[in-house]
Nanobody, 126 residues
C-alpha cells in the first residue's frame, strides 16, 4: 500500500523560506512522477509543481515560478519543495501526490495522481 507522508510546514513571515518533504513507501518510488498541490480555505486544490520520475523534467505553476523549486532523491524515496520569498497568498495545506502510471510525464492535473499525502499546513504572515 502506497503511503506519502509530508513534513516541513509551519508558520513563517512573508519573504521567508520553508522546505517541504514527502517520503513515499509501498512501491518503487523512482519510476513515478511526483507532484505538489495546495488548497487554501474556501478554494479548490491547485497545482504547484511536479517532477518526472528521473528528476530531469519539472513543471511549475506561474504563481510560484522562480520562487519554488521541486526536487527528488530517489535513493531516499523523497520529494522536496523548496519555497523561497513566501507570500501570504501561499498560505495553504500542501499535498504531495504520486502519479498513477509508471514512467509517465509529470502532469498539472490532479486526476493524473492517485496517491496523496495527508497534507502539511503552510502559513505565511504579512
Amino acid at each position: 500500500q502506497v503511503q506519502l507522508v509530508e513534513s516541513g510546514g509551519g508558520l513563517v513571515q512573508a519573504g521567508g523560506s520553508l522546505r517541504l518533504s514527502c517520503v513515499a513507501s509501498g512501491r518503487t518510488f523512482s519510476i513515478y512522477a511526483m507532484g505538489w498541490f495546495r488548497q487554501a480555505p474556501g478554494k479548490e486544490r491547485e497545482f504547484v509543481a511536479a517532477i518526472s520520475y528521473s528528476g530531469g523534467s519539472t513543471l511549475y505553476a506561474d504563481s510560484v515560478k522562480g520562487r519554488f523549486t521541486i526536487s527528488r532523491d530517489n535513493a531516499k524515496n523523497t520529494v522536496y519543495l523548496q519555497m523561497n520569498s513566501l507570500k501570504p497568498e501561499d498560505t495553504a495545506v500542501y499535498y504531495c501526490a504520486e502519479r498513477a502510471r509508471a514512467y509517465f510525464d509529470p502532469s498539472y492535473t490532479a486526476n493524473a495522481y492517485n496517491y496523496w499525502g495527508q497534507g502539511t499546513q503552510v502559513t505565511v504572515s504579512s
